[in-house]
């Protein structure tokens, strides 16, 4: 009797290990998988890459607007999260996008060296892009049998006078920028760095960003969900009750913009913030990157 007991209690410990072990495990797999990616705020300093365009038509039929990418000729990291060379981040509108896009319908196949500012919004990583210089590959000179290094000639000689001192291999691999510096030259006529001085024979100057500071409104999101894209996304300036008219901004994804959608998704009412963030010009379209979106509260002095 005892013996039959103890079967039947083996019988449903494996029973109940068997029943509970896909519960277990379908609640691990379920867990969400965190995202790395560089950090939102990341300054780029000059990065060289490649201009791409990816048509949206192919993908969506209903959307007409062309998406940019920046192709990495390098490793790109923050210290902490590395993005592999030929991989590509999509660039923000803006009015550097404006002018890069114009050079390269000009110059084909130009590569770029480009400085900007990484943003993240939901769990995707953007530039916006603030400088480029174009870059022009350089053809390296022959040299001559009279022009031959003294490595070319054979080994160096040691414990002599003049003696060559030989960098190793190794060693020259691991200096900064030595592709870059070898292979590219920055092409002067179309850089980015060249200003120019008012006057009556000088070029005009480019339409340089703007900053927009301590301003009130509200984040209007054409569809309501917080899934949809960021390109329904825009930034309504508050007249607070004067006669002017409203004025707004579509607004480029950052870290900044989705805290504040969150903000927005948990309350009932319109939530008005005080915001600060770069105006920039992309084809005729005023566009906002925010820098800090803080929620005001009214205290029922404001008018809805």
Not at 59 to 73: G, Q, V
Not at 274 to 303: C, D, E, M, W
Request: with cysteine; hydrophobic share 35%.
């Amino acid at each position: 009797m005892t013996i039959v007991m103890d079967k039947k209690v083996t019988i449903s410990s494996l029973a109940f290990c068997l029943s509970v072990l896909p519960i277990a495990l379908g609640l691990r797999a379920a867990k969400p998988r965190q995202i790395i990616l560089l950090r939102d705020g990341f300054a780029l300093t000059g990065i060289d890459g490649k201009l791409v365009i990816h048509d949206s038509n192919k993908d969506n039929p209903k959307m007409s607007l062309d998406r940019w990418f920046f192709e990495l000729d390098s490793d790109l990291s923050d210290g902490r999260y590395l993005v592999k060379a030929g991989a590509s981040l999509e660039l923000l509108p803006s009015s550097v996008l404006e002018r890069m896009i114009a050079d390269a319908n000009n110059n084909p196949g130009t590569s770029y060296r480009l400085g900007g500012r990484v943003t993240r919004y939901r769990d995707k990583n953007f530039i916006f892009p603030t400088y480029f210089l174009p870059l022009a590959k350089t053809k390296k000179p022959k040299l001559s049998t009279s022009q031959k290094s003294p490595q070319q000639e054979g080994p160096p000689k040691i414990n002599e006078p003049n003696d060559v001192l030989t960098i190793p291999k190794e060693l020259i691999d691991k200096l900064p920028d030595r592709k870059k510096t070898i292979d590219h030259t920055i092409r002067p006529e179309n850089s980015e760095e060249i200003k120019t001085e008012p006057g009556p024979k000088t070029k005009s100057r480019k339409k340089q960003d703007s900053i927009l500071a301590d301003r009130i409104g509200f984040i209007r999101n054409k569809e309501p969900r917080i899934e949809s894209t960021w390109r329904k996304v825009s930034f309504v300036l508050d007249a607070i009750g004067r006669t002017e008219g409203k004025m707004s901004l579509h607004v480029l994804p950052c870290q900044a913009l989705e805290q504040a959608q969150r903000r927005q998704s948990a309350a009932l009412d319109t939530l008005r913030f005080k915001i600060a963030g770069i105006v920039t010009k992309f084809k005729g379209k005023r566009y906002l990157l925010l820098q800090r979106a803080t929620r005001l509260y009214s205290h029922g002095n404001f008018p809805e």
